[in-house]
């Protein structure tokens, strides 16, 4: 609990060309050990040009004051934004989430967030500099996703840090981006686009590739795809996990949990891909020692020379999952595609089409 007891603060001003209002006061804090002790505190609080005479330089002073002198205000810690992050969130925090995310994190943190923040006390940590900091990474050139990802983050360390008692608010909550501006539309392969790349791919990128084009799944759900979850008789496909960099976890979403059916011709891939003696464990792509395939080495090796060769520049694996070839030789397969690129409401459009259902596992 913070120490009862009246003050007055001090107050002086600094600066020539631009002076300043300085205001210092004492005030309890949350140590590093964890006990109670005092600080004192020194904050600019305007201009003299804002506040031309002391006492009304007084007045803001009195309102910082106010909840100390009532008791009201509660000890914060000294610690900083790098301490806490590297010492309490990352060892309690981090390991919680997906493999892909805790990933994402560690380069957000080690090039983005600590460099900027790393020296600087929790406490002292405001609204304005979390804003400036957003601000300045949308004028270098970074994409609104990639800054919301930062706002994101700093959110989700903040509100770890309120919750745990280091400081009062979450002040990343405050902070506000600029409406997002989206791009052109996004550019798809034509089926003929699509045929072309397959031709100038080997096996098993070739068929890789057109099953990621026919089924829609994520680049991470095709590698962790075993035969046990594949029904040729029925046309059935059941996706039940993902894989990145070689670490297996549950689908992206709740609904990327799902059974789709597969049509004619993403059958007969599969055909030719299935083994004489097939292990229900087995993954469908896999290395000589059944651990899964790199995306990254497929992607850098394979699909991107194959691409240049054709003039296709930016081809990704994002981008034939979203491509729709309809070369289907089922028709009601074609209606249910859309949904099936995100895994949403694919049962729902397939049973629509059919009169038969499917289960989400």
């Not at 994190?105 to 900091?133: C, E, N, W």
């Amino acid at each position: 609990m913070a120490r009862r007891g009246f003050q007055q603060g001090t107050l002086f001003q600094r600066g020539t060309r631009r002076r300043l209002w300085v205001a210092r006061w004492w005030e309890d804090v949350i140590q590093v050990d964890g006990t109670l002790g005092r600080l004192r505190r020194s904050e600019v609080i305007g201009t003299v040009a804002e506040f031309p005479t002391r006492r009304k330089a007084m007045q803001v002073l009195s309102q910082k004051l106010r909840a100390i002198n009532r008791g009201d205000a509660q000890p914060q810690s000294v610690r900083t934004f790098g301490d806490f992050v590297k010492n309490d969130w990352m060892p309690v925090v981090l390991p919680t989430l997906k493999f892909a995310t805790q990933k994402h994190y560690r380069y957000m943190l080690d090039v983005h967030l600590i460099p900027a923040f790393g020296k600087s006390p929790l406490r002292d940590l405001t609204r304005g500099d979390l804003q400036g900091f957003l601000g300045r990474k949308l004028n270098s050139g970074l994409s609104w996703e990639t800054v919301h990802h930062f706002k994101c983050g700093l959110s989700k360390i903040l509100g770890a840090a309120e919750e745990w008692g280091c400081v009062t608010e979450n002040v990343a909550l405050k902070t506000k981006l600029p409406r997002r501006q989206y791009g052109t539309e996004r550019i798809v392969l034509t089926p003929v686009q699509v045929q072309m790349l397959a031709d100038g791919l080997r096996e098993p990128v070739r068929s890789f590739t057109l099953l990621l084009v026919l089924t829609g799944l994520r680049v991470g759900e095709l590698l962790a795809l075993r035969w046990g979850s594949v029904d040729l008789k029925a046309r059935l496909l059941r996706v039940v996990e993902t894989v990145y960099d070689g670490h297996f976890d549950k689908p992206k979403t709740k609904r990327g949990m799902r059974t789709i059916p597969i049509g004619a011709e993403t059958a007969e891939i599969l055909t030719v891909l299935r083994p004489t003696a097939v292990d229900a464990r087995s993954l469908i792509f896999a290395k000589s020692d059944q651990t899964p395939l790199d995306r990254w080495n497929l992607l850098r090796k394979h699909l991107k020379p194959a691409a240049k060769k054709l003039g296709l520049p930016g081809v990704t694996w994002h981008l034939l999952r979203h491509s729709r070839w309809r070369r289907y030789s089922n028709r009601n397969y074609a209606g249910t595609i859309g949904a099936l690129h995100t895994g949403d409401h694919a049962r729902d459009l397939f049973a629509r089409d059919t009169g038969r259902t499917t289960s989400r596992s």
